[in-house]
């Protein structure tokens, strides 16, 4: 089982950067993949970033692909979601998951992840 705690949301204005940051307790971090998924007020949870294991495979939601860039540390136990160019429609609670799965298959599906932070406010104003 693992804990995850998302930090680094805010305010910012349309075209500014904002760095997510998602911390795991437990040290077995480098066993889950890890995701990141993003609600809008009113709209269901939508699939944004996703990282392997190891870091060397990641998969984007096309809204986002070349703005976004998710990472890894897993000396330190943590997930980065780097947000450049953002727009009003960025705008969401952001959400971390790790999913503990044995496979190699990166899901963009919410239900693949059992284990949920309990997100971070990002309000991009234009």
């Known amino acids: 089982q693992v804990q995850l705690v998302e930090s680094g949301g805010g305010l910012v204005q349309a075209g500014d950067s904002l760095r997510l940051s998602c911390a795991a307790s437990g040290r077995t971090f480098s066993r889950y993949k890890m995701g990141w998924f993003r609600q809008a007020p009113g709209k269901e949870r939508e699939f944004v970033a996703i990282?392997?294991?190891?870091?060397?495979?990641?998969d984007y939601a096309d809204s986002v692909k070349d703005r976004f860039t998710i990472s890894r540390d897993n000396a330190k136990n943590t997930v980065y979601l780097q947000m450049n160019s953002l727009k009003p429609e960025d705008t969401a609670v952001y959400y971390c998951?790790?999913?503990?799965?044995?496979?190699?298959?990166?899901?963009?599906?919410?239900?693949?992840?059992?284990?949920w932070g309990q997100g971070t406010q990002v309000t991009v104003s234009s």
């Open positions: 990282i392997d294991r190891s870091g060397g495979s990641t």
């Open positions: 998951a790790a999913d503990g799965s044995s496979t190699y298959y990166l899901s963009r599906r919410s239900m693949a992840y059992p284990y």
